[in-house]
Every structure is written in structure tokens, then in C-alpha cells.
Nanobody, 121 residues
Framework: QVQLVESGGGLVQAGGSLRLSCAASGSIFSIDTMGWYRQAPGKQRELVATITSDGSTNHADSVKGRFTISRDNTKNTASLEMNSLKAEDTAVYYC???????????????WGQGTQVTVSS
């Protein structure tokens, strides 16, 4: 079994910063892409940022220059540094990863349970 566990969400004032962390554990052979998605009330889940195993990153236009994704392949973790937070960043943030559990298995999608980020204006 594989688990993704997020931490670091909370309440912050506009202009402030938060750092989200995601730890993957369990029967992991290898991890391809890791990323963060978010879902605000009444809206669809949207991509925030992704990072490949070799460190290539992709950030949504709405967070470019404010958020930075990183990962530690030795610890199977990913982080999202969020600066200059705005009220519209308020959402549940989900960690995502493509993981192989053995050499004979294909990559499968896994999601964390989500962590709430609330930005007060």
C-alpha cells in the first residue's frame, strides 16, 4: 500500500507565506512526477505545480513567481513553498504522485487526503 500524507496547511493573512509538505510511504519502487493540485469551494480541482524525478518543474500561471515546488528523492517527499498568498489561493491542497510499487507494475496515480489553506484578506 502507498500513502501520501500532506502537512503544513493553515490560516494565514494575505501577503503571508506557508510551506506544504508531502511524504510518500509504503511499498514504493520508484516515483515519477509529484505535484500539488488544489480545489476551492464550488470549483474544479486544478493544477498548482508539478516536478519530475529529474527536477523539471511546471507551475500554473496563477502561482508563477509566488509558489515554488521542490522534492527530495531520497526521502520521497515534495514541498510547496507559497509566498505572497492571496485570498484566491484559499483551497484544499492535494499532493499527487505517480508511483510504481514494483519493477513489474506500471506507474499509478496516488493522492493525499488534502490540507486546507485559508488566506484571509
Amino acid at each position: 500500500q502507498v500513502q501520501l500524507v500532506e502537512s503544513g496547511g493553515g490560516l494565514v493573512q494575505a501577503g503571508g507565506s506557508l510551506r506544504l509538505s508531502c511524504a510518500a510511504s509504503g511499498s514504493i519502487f520508484s516515483i515519477d512526477t509529484m505535484g500539488w493540485y488544489r480545489q476551492a469551494p464550488g470549483k474544479q480541482r486544478e493544477l498548482v505545480a508539478t516536478i519530475t524525478s529529474d527536477g523539471s518543474t511546471n507551475h500554473a500561471d496563477s502561482v508563477k513567481g509566488r509558489f515554488t515546488i521542490s522534492r527530495d528523492n531520497t526521502k520521497n517527499t515534495a514541498s510547496l513553498e507559497m509566498n505572497s498568498l492571496k485570498a484566491e489561493d484559499t483551497a484544499v491542497y492535494y499532493c499527487y504522485a505517480r508511483i510504481r510499487t514494483s519493477i513489474v507494475r506500471i506507474f499509478e496515480h496516488y493522492w493525499g487526503q488534502g490540507t486546507q489553506v485559508t488566506v484571509s484578506s
